[in-house]
């Protein structure tokens, strides 16, 4: 492998593969923005404009209009920087997710006799190819057992920038951070649907079975055993996977971060045992089951996405479903953060940068590294 400069990182890159992204068609949804006071929605704390809740604060918050970013969203000099190793997978060497994809310019229709399930019939077997990057912080030394995260939907640099910042004022442990492509596509047919957005443990299996062991061995690093050292992050359908990888796996992860999840009724195959799919956390499945050692950070954004497909099932408005989220993890007495962004849509870049610092902060702030396994 080759070590090269790039916006003064060390980067390492493995062989290089190429693949081809079917075309997913474009799905318009209505752009309308919410009041956090509305009836029905969490009481919470509304912050002057351009603050973030404390990192020692629990609960629900409202945070202003205005998305600036964070000093630790940005490079600082004289702060060291980690080395960031990349490298890709073919799905081919998977024995979990050998492939599949959905016809470009298809979707699916609703069932009519339930439209709460969606019919698919253009999905069928393909490859693909990943790429998965991996921050080693400046600070890690070789050989020891370190504490880290995985994120969804490949390359996160911001995080990269975030950790190298917060690292250094020892906000956090020195960490390292992993992303994970996914597979292509979106929603129900997709490869990434598939991985992301099914209700088991099969994607936290993909990445404990297949993903973990090349990175120990082809980086030279240790990861921690300890769950209270293994966090989840993601946005969208990577923020409602990251919960259901812990959900499933709580013996593996007990820390989850979203932006905009996807709390929604988006899952496929269909499963009539969990026939809502993600919708069913707030629905039932977090009221109903004992509470699990997971600490949840949450965000969404007041023009977040409203009922982006063909169905109409009424389980499909991002921020009523990260609303009712809030309202069981408190009802369980979870502990969370949940951030309601006023001018922020799906996925809002800018609230990334002002509000990801104090959320990992808020995130790891009762870890302690005599907790890490040996």
């Not at 980067?11 to 593969?17: K, S």
């Not at 600490?295 to 982006?308: F, S």
């Amino acid at each position: 492998m080759k070590s090269i400069k790039l916006n003064n990182r060390n980067v390492v890159f493995g062989m290089l593969l190429f693949c081809v992204v079917g075309n997913v068609k474009p799905v318009l949804a209505q752009i309308i923005a919410r009041d956090p006071h509305t009836t029905g929605y969490v009481l919470a704390t509304e912050l002057p404009d351009g603050t973030n809740p404390s990192p020692n604060a629990y609960g629900n918050f409202i945070i202003g209009s205005t998305h600036n970013p964070s000093p630790e969203s940005m490079l600082q000099a004289n702060v060291p920087q980690g080395t960031i190793y990349r490298f890709f997978i073919n799905s081919k060497d998977s024995k979990i997710y050998p492939g599949i994809a959905r016809e470009p310019n298809t979707f699916g229709t609703p069932d009519p006799a339930n439209p709460a399930k969606l019919i698919v019939t253009t999905s069928h077997p393909a490859t693909y190819t990943r790429e998965v990057a991996v921050y080693v912080p400046k600070q890690y030394v070789t050989g020891t057992v370190a504490p880290f995260i995985v994120g969804a939907d490949g390359v996160d640099n911001l995080l990269f920038t975030v950790l190298d910042n917060l690292i250094a004022k020892g906000k956090v442990p020195a960490m390292i951070a992993i992303s994970i492509g996914n597979g292509s596509g979106d929603a129900q047919g997709s490869q990434r649907g598939l991985e992301y957005d099914t209700m088991n443990g099969r994607y936290a299996e993909f990445i404990e079975k297949e993903i973990l062991p090349l990175i120990e061995s082809n980086y030279h690093v240790k990861l921690t055993k300890d769950p209270t050292g293994r966090a989840t992050m993601g946005n969208s359908s990577g923020g409602s996977c990251a919960l259901i990888m812990a959900w499933y796996h709580p013996e593996w992860y007990h820390r989850v971060l979203t932006y905009s999840g996807t709390y929604i009724n988006q899952q496929w195959p269909y499963n009539p045992k969990i026939p809502h799919g993600a919708w069913e956390f707030h629905e039932h499945m977090i009221t109903k089951s004992k509470r699990k050692p997971l600490r949840i950070w949450m965000e969404v954004g007041d023009k977040d996405l409203l009922n982006p497909n063909t169905m109409r099932d009424n389980m499909h408005d991002w921020v009523v479903a990260n609303e009712n989220m809030a309202k069981v993890l408190a009802a369980k007495k979870y502990p969370y953060q949940f951030v309601f962004a006023r001018n922020a849509r799906h996925v809002e870049d800018n609230v990334r940068k002002q509000t990801l610092p104090d959320a990992l902060e808020w995130l790891w702030k009762d870890y302690y590294p005599a907790q890490v396994s040996k």
